[in-house]
């Protein structure tokens, strides 16, 4: 039962009917009558916060109940309300009050004040709205704020629902994909979630009682401006948060925080370009440009415009990467686009006099792979394409030799089927992703033509596969092809490794790989994060696209340095 109410003499209490005067009547009360208790109600419409959470009040129904304001969240688009806490329980005991366009009644955390309301329901989160009465009785501190650590108290959230709250950890951006949509971000505890394929731990990753909704105090969509971005405005994957305090409450299937004081962020910052190579090395990438197709349509740019945006995220990229000979995923499967991307590379550097090797037979998927290569850098030898069945893209193989002297090697470009598109039946997801089983057939394919390649070649010289290999590293895939003496150029902890980030689990899909030997030779090798951490709302068919090679792609290219 509430606690029993006591009436303040009437010229120390202003009581305020009718919604229309609800909150100008408010900013009229007199310190006085802040300090004054709240009156008594009819018992008939009494009632606490945690029986209208319980259920035990009918919905419709004209109630009256008291709190402390714990959080106010008034402005454009934002919640509309406030809500009120009861610390007499055990958990406290939190409610959302809806009353809208009210920001000018000077509500702030640490009122108590007294409601005669509507009891409902919106989306399933109980809620009081419709007021007919407010009436602030004191001026306080803000309620209790109850201190979490997940994943340790992933169960006590539910109890907690619209209780204000404080996480005494480092929280971190897992997802940034709703933030310009929704204004939301998906934090984690512990760090960033990798993807259960980098370590072998197949199937639905147990890691839900580590994840918060970081959310902006509003349900509108496409939110203006964003929130939550830093002074370059973005909001990377990686970015970290510490002592979030805010009212938990639940929405959208997931539990979220609005924060009641701006978090303080760290980290997150944006990587410089792949330092220059010298000039004793070669430099040798690969890079999913995702749809770069020279004609709009439903792939890639829809229109002029974003083709134009498109074009110079990618050519940035590929100017901060310097590179020698490029592995290229995921070009729009026509002879024009080929020609297109080779002028584009050309003329980034007056330096580098570019050439697309020539693919005997790119398939007939909508998407080719291919290679570029500096001809002042390195000769090419000859090539090689693989048009097995198994591939819908068949691999491009270059066979090159340093111009300054050196030994020869060759590289193949290669994108291994889709994770997504199940069919109904057969090669369908057991854990690693749709079409395991055509990824596994086609790496034994690889490793199989790869040495029928090399045996005719003088001295069988060693050959790097690179590309967009949909698998992680503990994949089956990936098994065949370390098991045949693949090993990673690039990453020595594959477990830590992403080029990669899907529903807030990092992993890597792209690779620069070859055998044991050839990794002696590499001395410098690294993924440009310039992408996947990156909101997609930069992207060049984002909502609000941004300058720079930023979210250009959605994976990160990799490259290494060769001696």
């Known amino acids: 039962m509430h606690r029993l109410l006591h009436h303040a003499p009437r010229s120390a ?13 408010l900013a009229l009360v007199p310190a006085a009558t802040a300090a004054a208790d709240c009156p008594a109600p009819p018992l008939d419409r009494l009632a606490s916060l945690s029986e209208l959470r319980s259920g035990a009040v009918d919905e419709d129904r004209r109630v009256v109940a008291e709190g402390t304001i714990s959080g106010v969240f008034y402005g454009d688009d934002a919640l509309g309300g406030f809500y009120l806490q009861d610390d007499a329980t055990t958990p406290p005991t939190g409610l959302f009050v809806y009353a809208p366009g009210k920001d000018d009644a000077d509500l702030r955390p640490g009122d108590h004040v007294q409601i005669r ?26 309620p209790q704020t109850v201190t979490l650590h997940l994943p340790d108290d992933a169960a006590r959230l539910q109890d907690l629902e619209d209780v204000r709250v404080r996480f005494d950890q480092t929280l971190t951006v897992i997802a940034n994909r709703e933030l310009a949509r ?24 147990d890691d839900h009682d580590r994840r918060i909704v970081l959310d902006d105090g509003s349900y509108r969509a496409n939110p203006d401006p964003v929130p939550f971005l830093d002074g ?23 539990h979220r925080v609005h924060p009641v004081a701006p978090p303080e962020w760290e980290g997150g910052e944006r990587p410089e370009p792949p330092p220059a190579p010298a000039d004793d090395v070669l430099r040798i990438a690969t890079a999913n440009l995702e749809n770069d197709f020279v004609t709009p349509g439903e792939r890639g740019a829809r229109n002029a415009a974003e083709r134009d945006r498109q074009v110079a995220k990618l050519d940035a990229v590929l100017d901060g990467l310097a590179m020698d000979i490029l592995a290229f995923i995921e070009l729009e499967n026509r002879s024009a686009a080929g020609r297109e991307l080779r002028q584009r590379v050309d003329a980034l550097d007056d330096a580098t006099t570019m050439q697309k090797l020539a693919h005997p037979d790119s398939g007939s998927d909508a998407i080719q792979v291919g290679l570029l290569y500096d001809r002042e850098r390195v000769e090419r030898l000859g090539s090689a394409a693989d048009n097995d069945p198994v591939h819908h893209r068949p691999p ?24 997504t598109g199940c069919p109904e039946h057969g090669d369908i997801d057991r854990g690693q992703g749709c079409w395991n089983q055509r990824r596994t057939e086609q790496a034994h394919r690889l490793v199989e033509w790869i040495a029928e390649q090399r045996a005719a070649q003088p001295g069988e010289p060693p050959v790097i596969i690179a ?5 992680y590293a503990a994949e089956d895939p990936l098994t065949v092809l370390r098991e045949a003496g693949k090993q990673d150029l690039v990453h020595e902890e594959p477990a830590t490794a992403y080029t990669y980030v899907f529903r807030g689990r990092t992993g890597q ?6 055998p044991r030997p050839l990794a002696g030779r590499v001395i410098a090798a690294d993924t440009w994060a310039v992408n996947a951490d990156e909101p997609v709302f930069l992207g060049f068919d984002g909502d609000r696209p941004g300058e720079g090679p930023w979210r250009a792609s959605d994976h990160d290219p990799v490259w290494l340095d060769l001696r």
Do not use: M
Request: charged share 25%; glycine share 20%.
């Open 232 to 254: 370059q405005g973005t909001r990377r994957t990686g970015s970290r948060v510490t002592d979030l305090t805010g009212i938990l409450t639940h929405a959208f299937g997931a």
């Open 396 to 419: 491009l193989l270059g066979w090159f030799r340093p111009r300054d002297g050196g030994e020869p090697f060759g590289v193949v470009a290669v994108h291994f089927k889709s994770r």
């Open 509 to 514: 899909l792209d690779y620069l790989l070859g």
């Open 13 to 25: 209490r202003r009581v305020l009917t009718g919604t229309a005067g609800l909150f100008l009547l």
């Open 182 to 205: 929704y204004g939301s971000l998906d934090l984690a505890a512990g760090g960033r979630l990798r993807h259960p394929g980098q370590s072998g731990a197949f199937g639905e990753p």
């Open 117 to 142: 309301g509507r009891f409902g329901r919106h989306h399933g989160r109980p809620q009081l709205s419709r007021l007919q009465e407010l009436e602030r009785c004191r001026r306080g501190e803000p």
């Open 467 to 471: 590309g967009d290999l949909n698998g």
